[in-house]
């Protein structure tokens, strides 16, 4: 069955890095275009980035833009967000995301930037 484990959140400093990483099984990872998520309380869930299967084309939220970056290793079966320049408002929990038919998600992993 498909499955996706998120991992790499933690607390970190206004301004700080991160990168998350998502370990997908259950289909083929090199064929499937996969996106990032992210849940504050209270709030819906909103997109943060995407990439295609090739890594041929990525796709960000403005307010991410510039900041955050998505790759993936097909090899791995592995996609990535790496998180620059953090802000408060980047706390959430975040997950990995892909659609194939209908929408599978991991369970999330908490980014908490504070001072």
């Known amino acids: 069955q498909v499955q996706l484990v998120e991992s790499g959140g933690g607390l970190v400093q206004p301004g700080g890095s991160l990168r998350l990483s998502c370990a997908a099984s259950?289909?083929?990872?090199?064929?499937?275009?996969m996106s990032w998520y992210r849940q504050t309380l209270g709030k819906e869930r909103e997109y943060v980035a995407s990439?295609?299967?090739?890594?041929?084309?990525?796709r960000y939220a403005d307010s991410v833009k510039g900041r955050f970056t998505i790759s993936r290793d097909n090899a791995k079966n592995t996609v990535y967000l790496q998180m620059n320049s953090l802000k408060p408002e980047d706390t959430a929990v975040y997950y990995c995301?892909?659609?194939?038919?209908?929408?599978?998600w991991g369970k999330g992993t908490l980014v908490t930037v504070s001072s």
């Open positions: 995301n892909t659609y194939m038919g209908m929408d599978y």
């Open positions: 259950g289909f083929t990872f090199s064929s499937t275009p």
């Open positions: 990439i295609s299967s090739a890594s041929s084309g990525t």
